[in-house]
């Protein structure tokens, strides 16, 4: 299979704070993962491509010193949103790509609140 | 770069009907084409996939079709139940490997 986990699945945090999301697959090794934003009825909008072991390449727009990405091995990639401020309130999303015959697999999600 | 246009935003069939979402790609070199099913709250799911060697895939009650020409993929579900009621998104892609470019979603409502 390819099963990708992502956590948390909810987080609450104060503004300034700093969040980690983490990215893993379970069953299957990922040399690239994706990280997507969704605001509530819209699509998914691609923030950065994560590389193990290298830099993750960022979209136009989305701030790298914000959203630091790291890919430290081959089935984990983690999203910090650093001094978090309520417009940083969305659905995060990461997706990994297995085997060829599974394509790109999603994760569940995680629902960041800054309050 | 790709721009997926994707019709319509909203849908709603009764149960047992059909229901048909269409989309568009600008990139003639896009060649792979999913489409992802989300749930409220949740990640989207992979339901079916077509590459540009072929034109139509059906699975069960599901059933993808791609026009190469005109640079059009359509979903078709047949039989339609409430659980299908979702948001359905469609992405194009120069292939497995590259970055996925999705349309802006189609919220479907099977109304029993």
């Known amino acids: 299979g390819a099963v990708v986990s992502q956590h948390p699945s909810r987080v609450i945090c104060k503004s300034g704070t700093s969040v980690k999301i983490e990215c893993r697959s379970l069953d299957f090794q990922a040399t690239t993962m994706f990280w997507y934003r969704q605001f509530p009825k819209q699509s998914l909008m691609l923030m950065a491509t994560?590389?193990?072991?290298?830099?993750?390449?960022?979209e136009q727009g989305v701030e790298k010193d914000k959203f630091l990405i790291n890919h430290a091995s081959l089935t984990l990639s983690t999203l910090t949103v650093t001094s978090a401020h309520p417009e940083d309130s969305s659905f995060y999303i990461c997706s990994a790509k297995g085997e060829e015959r599974y394509g790109y697999t999603f994760g569940s999600g995680t629902r960041l609140t800054v309050v | 770069g790709e721009n997926v246009e994707q019709h319509p935003s909203t849908l709603s069939v009764q149960e047992g009907d059909s229901a048909v979402i269409k989309c568009t790609y600008s990139d003639s070199a896009s060649n792979y084409f999913p489409w992802y099913k989300q749930e409220l709250g949740k990640g989207p799911q992979l339901i079916i996939d077509?590459?540009?060697?072929?034109g139509e895939k059906k699975d069960q009650r599901i059933a993808v079709t791609l026009n190469k020409t005109a640079k059009h993929f359509s979903l078709h579900i047949t039989e339609t139940q409430p659980e299908d009621s979702a948001v359905y998104f469609c992405?194009?892609?120069?292939?497995?490997?590259?970055?996925?470019?999705f349309g802006t979603g189609t919220s479907l409502t099977v109304i029993p």
């Open positions: 077509i590459r540009s060697n072929v």
């Open positions: 992405a194009a892609s120069r292939g497995t490997g590259n970055q996925f470019y």
């Open positions: 994560s590389n193990e072991g290298s830099k993750a390449t960022y």
